[in-house]
């Protein structure tokens, strides 16, 4: 198994705004998942990997609520609830034994902008990133992704392709066989139309859908910071992934577990 990097950075800067009922009053990644807020499944998945510290970028705007989920995650918090509440003494969870730290997004207004402060936070070599509005509820989305990339190189999890869901999702055109593929190009969000052509062009086992989890190298990342500057509009982080797949390689690893996207209506 390859060596996996001990440093994640949830990105949670969104502001719903597929889920603009009722984003505004609470954030789309504490929206309950099988009884619990789907951040934590997150950060249960960040602690399954072996991670000793995550950091969750938040949006300012969400900054009271986040005062309360810093204090309810924290070391310790679960059993005094318990205690509390008057109820049994439970395990503890995997996220006790991880340092876990809340940053607001600064800059631009952008899923990239969420990568890059999260990273400039950590000074790591390797991260991982994970978007708390997809969860994975069996918490092994990010281990599966560390176990099939190749060392060092940067990597992204997709799924198979669709139909269906392929207006919600960066569309990958990849090369290879295995569980490892190479990402060649991306379309972002095809339409209908423009999704079935992209069938006819390469086969639907040529194509995938990307998912919220990615590995970034120190040279992915410089080359992010590099492309927000030379981007007018927001820059998007699955097509700065696709131009940087040009010239270098990008693995992607084809994941058929369901991950739960917390921004649909």
Do not use: C
């Given at each position: 198994m390859n060596e996996r990097p001990t440093a994640v950075v949830i990105a949670a800067g969104g502001l719903g705004t597929r889920v603009s009922g009722w984003s505004?009053?609470?954030?789309?990644?504490?929206?309950?998942?099988?009884?619990?807020?789907?951040?934590?499944?997150?950060?249960e998945e960040a602690a399954r990997l072996g991670a000793d510290r995550a950091v969750v970028v938040?949006?300012?705007?969400?900054?009271?609520?986040?005062?309360?989920?810093?204090?309810?995650?924290?070391?310790?918090?679960?059993?005094?609830?318990?205690?509390l509440a008057h109820q049994p003494a439970g395990h503890h969870p995997l996220?006790?034994?991880?340092?876990?730290d809340f940053i607001a997004q600064h800059d631009r207004y952008a899923d990239i902008t969420s990568a890059l402060n999260g990273a400039e936070h950590l000074h790591a070599g390797d991260i991982c990133l994970a978007f708390?509005?997809?969860?994975?509820?069996?918490h092994l989305a990010l281990s599966a992704l560390m176990a099939a990339a190749s060392p060092g190189a940067p990597a992204v999890l997709a799924g198979p392709f669709n139909l269906q869901d392929a207006s919600s999702h960066g569309v990958i055109i990849c090369?290879?066989?295995?569980?490892?593929?190479?990402?060649?190009?991306?379309?972002?969000?095809?339409?209908?139309?423009?999704?079935?052509?992209?069938?006819?062009?390469?086969?639907?086992?040529?194509?995938?859908?990307l998912q919220g989890r990615?590995?970034?190298?120190?040279?992915?990342?410089?080359?992010?910071?590099?492309?927000?500057?030379?981007?007018?509009?927001?820059?998007?982080?699955?097509?700065?992934?696709?131009?940087?797949?040009?010239?270098?390689?990008?693995?992607?690893?084809?994941?058929?577990?369901?991950?739960?996207?917390?921004?649909?209506?």
């Open positions: 505004p009053f609470l954030p789309k990644e504490l929206r309950p998942v099988q009884g619990r807020p789907g951040l934590l499944h997150v950060l938040h949006h300012p705007y969400y900054a009271p609520l986040i005062d309360w989920t810093r204090q309810v995650l924290a070391p310790g918090a679960q059993a005094r609830y318990r205690q996220t006790e034994r991880m340092q876990v708390a509005d997809n969860v994975d509820p069996s090369t290879g066989t295995g569980p490892e593929r190479t990402m060649t190009a991306l379309v972002e969000k095809p339409d209908p139309v423009r999704a079935a052509q992209l069938v006819a062009e390469h086969g639907p086992e040529n194509l995938r859908l990615a590995r970034l190298t120190p040279e992915l990342l410089r080359y992010l910071t590099a492309s927000v500057r030379h981007t007018a509009s927001e820059p998007k982080l699955s097509l700065a992934l696709a131009d940087y797949a040009r010239h270098d390689a990008v693995g992607v690893i084809t994941n058929t577990r369901t991950m739960i996207d917390l921004g649909i209506p």
